[in-house]
Nanobody
């Protein structure tokens, strides 16, 4: 059984940094696409970044140059390094692991950017 758990959220001041982690235990192969989504109160869930098994990655324009997505396939763990955080980055951040056969969501971790 696959279990996806995010961690690393918290309260940070504008301009600060956080590193989110997503561990997907129970994955039996590493040809997945890994995503970070976020959802702010009253807004739709938004795709922030994704990374393919070959390492190719993509970002939403609003985080380009500030966020870095990475993956450690050996540990089935994905990271999101978030620098120069802004109040508009405040949201619940969710990990999603996708393959043509299955997809898995984590429960989310809250990021709050405020003075």
């Amino acid at each position: 059984q696959v279990q996806v758990v995010e961690s690393g959220g918290g309260l940070v001041q504008p301009g600060g940094s956080l590193r989110l982690s997503c561990v997907a235990s129970g994955l039996i192969r590493n040809r997945y696409v890994w995503h970070w989504y976020r959802q702010a109160p009253g807004k739709q869930r938004e795709l922030v970044a994704h990374i393919m098994s070959d390492g190719s990655r993509n970002y939403v324009d609003s985080v380009q140059g500030r966020f870095t997505i990475s993956i450690d396939n050996g540990k089935n763990t994905m990271y999101l390094q978030m620098n120069n955080l802004k109040p508009e980055d405040t949201a619940g951040y969710y990990c999603h692991v996708w393959s043509p056969q299955n997809n898995y969501w984590g429960q989310g971790t809250q990021v709050t950017v405020a003075s």
